[in-house]
């Protein structure tokens, strides 16, 4: 009777293996574009790897004729190596907004894609890199669109399953015409969501950059968009989250504006810690925002309470994690606010 009992003992055991090797395998994604121009003022020591386990090294693109084209001083091992020891992974984004001419003529020519996923992959396996990621704003055109879904499919099939293969995508229905999910989600790891930018110098109102939910677009219908009307599974979505926010000249919230200027989390602190501004909190998009003392300057923007109830809308969805547009902006005086409301969320590393 007792060999029964054993067996049940090694099942029981083994169960709880699985399960405690699935939950660190599930990890939430922790991630973090880190621009090749903050090198100076948020060297990669500053980057926080209790929290984070995933950085993308923004940005290379291809020219042309399907060269790597690099930011002025980009290569920085440094960075490589700190994530490394840290226990993270990182990645080389490719384009960003402003570097993608070359995608089009590239990714139309047999012979030119081959060209620079070697010189992708190549450059990878040099430096140390993890994956890439894909940041092509935007495919104009239905052709493009499906090169961009060949490129990817050659790029996964060069570089392996074991390679990261991640996608920035834009918020909003309209990203379906630039991208062909029903295809690239089976070569994608997960698609990075730039829930932010909803509002700007672009926009005739002022209003939110990144409202969770809202009166019209916002974080949830993004989300949704990419799950239920495109078919990309919750565990292949990160929401993006800005260390940003975006300034009006306005009266009121939605009312007429100019200006959507950028504005650090950082100098919003700063502002308040100054005097002169009042912060508010919208109940419906669960952002916060401030008004100078005149009722003419509006300055919308993520905060710890925001961006903590993200967090807790990623997880309450199943999402794969949360992604920051971009590393360095929320380092004050008193630390790194919104790296520690993304730690207090969604957990420590596991190690």
Same mark, same amino acid.
């Given at each position: ?19 405690? &090797?699935?939950? !660190?395998?599930?990890?939430?994604? @922790?991630? +973090? *574009? ?7 003022? $948020? /060297? ?72 620079? &996923?070697?010189? !992708?992959?190549?450059?990878?396996? @040099?430096? +140390? *890199? ?7 704003? $935007? /495919? ?212």
């Amino acid at each position: 009777m007792r060999f029964p009992v054993i067996r049940a003992l090694v099942a029981l055991f083994a169960l709880a293996s699985f399960f405690t &090797i699935s939950a !660190v395998a599930e990890e939430p994604v @922790k991630l +973090g *574009y880190y621009p090749a121009w903050v090198k100076g003022s $948020f /060297p990669a020591e500053k980057v926080d790897f209790t929290v984070l386990n995933h950085v993308i090294h923004a940005f290379a693109w291809p020219d042309s004729q399907g060269n790597l084209v690099f930011w002025e001083g980009f290569q920085y091992p440094e960075l490589v190596a700190a994530a490394h020891r840290g226990g993270a992974k990182v990645s080389v984004a490719l384009g960003g907004w402003g570097n993608c001419t070359g995608f089009a003529p590239v990714t139309a020519d047999p012979k030119l894609r081959k060209k620079f &996923i070697k010189n !992708v992959l190549d450059y990878c396996k @040099k430096n +140390g *890199y993890d994956g890439v990621d894909i940041d092509w704003e $935007f /495919p104009e055109n239905p052709t493009e669109r499906d090169n961009l879904t060949v490129f990817v499919r050659e790029l996964r099939k060069a570089a392996g399953k074991k390679f990261l293969l991640t996608m920035a995508v834009s918020a909003g229905t309209w990203s379906a015409d630039h991208n062909d999910y029903a295809a690239l989600k089976e070569y994608i790891d997960w698609f990075n969501d730039m829930t932010y930018d909803f509002h700007g110098s672009w926009t005739p109102r002022a209003g939110h950059n990144a409202p969770l939910y809202g009166y019209q677009e916002s974080v949830d219908t993004s989300i949704r968009f990419l799950i239920e009307k495109q078919g990309v599974p919750p565990e292949k979505v990160v929401l993006g989250l800005p260390f940003y926010g975006r300034s009006f000249t306005t009266d009121r919230l939605y009312g007429l504006g100019s200006g959507g200027d950028a504005v650090h989390y950082r100098d919003v602190e700063k502002r308040i810690a100054e005097g002169g501004w009042i912060r508010m909190f919208d109940d419906v998009s669960q952002v916060p925002y401030i008004v100078n003392d005149t009722n003419t300057t509006y300055i919308f923007y993520d905060d710890p309470e925001s961006i903590i109830r993200k967090c807790e809308y990623a997880k309450k969805m199943n999402l794969r994690g949360v992604m920051i547009w971009a590393l360095g902006s929320d380092e004050t005086g008193n630390g790194q606010k919104l790296i520690q409301a993304i730690g207090q969320a969604m957990g420590s590393r596991s190690r």
